[in-house]
């Protein structure tokens, strides 16, 4: 039973941080900055990614979802982007029986506005690449 909360002391330390108001401070700061990596991702998308994929409108969260174009398949654009050192994750492995529309999932939040744009950048020429047959 002792081990299934948090220190008393612990407790203390957490509520003067919120109540001195350096939670609150902290959110506003951290929703000025994934506002901002938000809008640049759907900027550079637009941009680099149009016809290859397309953008779930993102009106909240970390992340969001790309639908391909079709003839793309999740885990092999997943793979290629790695070997770019891009990490987007196939839609389908957080599906067990549903057969949904290829996509993956791209997070934005980890990531400052210039590193999303040459991502969306290498994004794009993987997917040229293997729209072409030139991936390996």
């Known amino acids: ?27 506003r700061r951290m929703r000025k900055i994934y506002s901002r990596r938000r809008e640049a991702l759907a900027h550079h998308a637009a941009k680099h990614l149009s016809g290859l994929l397309t953008l779930s409108n993102i009106e909240a969260g970390l992340q969001t979802v790309a639908w391909l174009r079709k003839g793309f398949l ?15 994750v196939p839609l389908d492995r957080y599906c067990r029986k549903s057969v949904l529309p290829q996509a993956i999932q791209i997070g934005f939040a980890a990531v400052d506005e210039g590193a999303i744009e040459k991502g969306v950048q290498l994004l794009a020429r993987v997917l040229e690449d293997l729209d072409s047959g030139k991936a390996d």
Do not use: P
Not at 5 to 21: P, T, Y
Not at 74 to 88: L, M, P, T, Y
């Open 1 to 27: 039973m002792t081990s299934r909360h948090h220190s008393v002391l612990d407790q203390v330390i957490v509520r003067e941080f919120m109540d001195k108001g350096h939670f609150g401070r902290h959110l």
């Open 74 to 88: 999740g885990e092999e654009v997943c793979s290629a982007a790695a070997r770019q050192n891009i990490d987007v």
